[in-house]
């Protein structure tokens, strides 16, 4: 499977890693849209929140559980936002389910 995400799993491309365990993995994304730009995502092919299950929600709901002790260790004091776009209309240009981590500025609402 041709997968962007799936090949930073796998350490076939590099990337700045800030958190790891079983089954997820968060990293600096390559264009930050923020002063804090991290991207979270579950080490399954998960292609977009279409996708989300009974089966398979565990996984989402452990990075909603890690996101808040990344946004602290990445000093995100002041609030945080988290976003996934999922499908054309939203912009999703990786189809590998992940989240937004962005903060470190303030944001409008609501978004464009
Ligand atoms: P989305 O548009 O919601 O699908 O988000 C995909 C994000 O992945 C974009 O913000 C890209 O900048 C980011 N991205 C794409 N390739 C990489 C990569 N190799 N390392 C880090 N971030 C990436
Ligand atoms: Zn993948």
Same mark, same amino acid.
């Given at each position: ?6 090949? =930073? @799993? !796998? %350490?076939? @491309? ?5 958190? &790891? ?11 930050? /849209? ?9 080490? /399954? ?9 009974? &089966? ?6 452990? =990075? ?5 002790? @990344?946004?602290? &260790? /990445?000093?995100?004091? +002041? %609030?945080? $936002?988290?976003? !996934? +776009?999922?499908? &054309?209309?939203?912009? /999703? ?7 937004? #981590? #962005?903060? %470190? $500025? ?7």
């Amino acid at each position: 499977m041709d997968c962007v995400f799936c090949a =930073i @799993i !796998n %350490g076939e @491309i590099p990337s700045s890693k800030v958190y &790891e365990d079983d089954t997820i993995v968060a990293f600096k994304d390559l264009s930050p /849209q923020a002063p804090v730009h991290i991207l979270v995502i579950p080490k /399954q092919h998960i292609k977009w929140g279409y996708d989300v299950t009974p &089966e398979n929600s565990a996984v989402v709901a452990h =990075i909603f559980e890690t996101i808040p002790k @990344i946004a602290k &260790e /990445q000093g995100l004091d +002041n %609030g945080y $936002r988290v976003v !996934n +776009n999922c499908g &054309e209309s939203a912009g /999703q240009s990786v189809l590998h389910l992940h989240f937004h #981590l #962005l903060g %470190g $500025r303030d944001f409008t609402w609501p978004p464009g």
